[in-house]
């Protein structure tokens, strides 16, 4: 298992910008595939987005074309760049790593699927 922190959260009006560092500890960091999830208030995990260790990412639909992930495997981070951000984007945002065969349907991942998990980090958009 690698060890995950979020920093970076905070306030921000919608359309703005936020980005997002996750740190991790641990030697296996590059073998990872990394997620970005987030919970709003009331509603369930859900999946944002999603980096191989090679860079190949995907995204759910509700954050395509707004929201990027990135790596650096040198520094073991991943981050997650959230622009043009509306109200529906206030939640906490929690980075996970898992040794999961990567596939980008997201249909087919699990908050189980992960065996890492940060603290995670509160993002709130004002309107």
């Known amino acids: 298992q690698v060890q995950l922190v979020e920093s970076g959260g905070g306030l921000v009006q919608a359309g703005g910008s936020l980005r997002v560092p996750c740190a991790a500890s641990?030697?296996?960091?590059?073998?990872?595939?990394m997620g970005w999830y987030r919970q709003a208030p009331g509603k369930q995990r859900e999946l944002v987005a999603l980096i191989t260790s090679g860079g190949t990412t995907t995204y759910a639909d509700s954050v395509k074309g707004r929201f990027a992930i990135s790596r650096d495997n040198a520094k073991n981070t991943v981050y997650l760049q959230m622009n043009s951000l509306n109200p529906e984007g206030t939640a906490v945002y929690y980075c996970?790593?898992?040794?999961?065969?990567?596939?980008?349907?997201?249909?087919?991942?699990?908050?189980?699927?992960?065996?890492?998990w940060g603290q995670g980090t509160q993002v709130t958009v004002s309107s």
């Open positions: 641990g030697s296996i960091f590059s073998s990872n595939v």
């Open positions: 996970a790593a898992t040794l999961r065969t990567f596939t980008c349907d997201f249909v087919a991942w699990w908050p189980s699927d992960f065996d890492s």
